[in-house]
């Protein structure tokens, strides 16, 4: 098992808001793509409807998707913007809050999306940090 780290410098960050309808994770890929942000680390608050986060089945390598259809607290969002195959990747994860404050939690896949507002900070960091392969897989893993 080995261990890797680089480090990097903070260079700005970036105040986002993403409107209704907006898909989270593609929110903030676009964000950092018209903000050159290369590489960074983010956190969001806000509201989603309807909201998908992952469970990682490690049998297969794959997210069991865990779907709320009514609107959702966006308690946290936290995740990493690197490069990926060329392109900017992101990974988040996020807990969100149903309607009796119970705490939901996962890997945010595709499909959740704004309702009301979601409040975004970016804090690009001086360089840009990339995921590789890992060689007969389809996994990526931060190439630090
Ligand atoms: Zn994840």
Do not use: W
């Not at 970036?14 to 793509?33: S, T």
């Not at 490690?58 to 936290?78: D, G, P, Q, R, W």
């Not at 913007?81 to 392109?87: A, E, L, V, Y």
Request: include cysteine.
């Amino acid at each position: 098992m080995g261990e890797g780290a680089t480090k990097v410098g903070l260079a700005f960050a970036v105040v986002c808001r993403l409107d209704p309808g907006e898909d989270l994770v593609e929110g903030i890929k676009k964000a950092a793509g018209k903000h050159k942000v290369k590489s960074g680390s983010f956190n969001a608050i806000g509201v989603l409807r309807p909201a998908r986060v992952g469970y990682l089945d490690k049998s297969t390598m794959t997210y069991k998707a865990i779907e709320f259809n009514e609107h959702v607290e966006l308690l946290s969002c936290i995740g990493l913007i690197t490069q990926k195959d060329g392109g900017i990747d992101v990974h988040a994860h996020l807990v969100v809050a149903d309607k009796d404050g119970n705490a939901h939690g996962g890997h945010a896949l595709d499909g959740c999306r704004v309702d009301v507002t979601c409040e975004l900070v970016i804090y690009a960091f001086d360089q840009a940090v990339n995921k590789k392969r890992v060689p007969g897989t389809d996994r990526y893993l931060l190439d630090v």
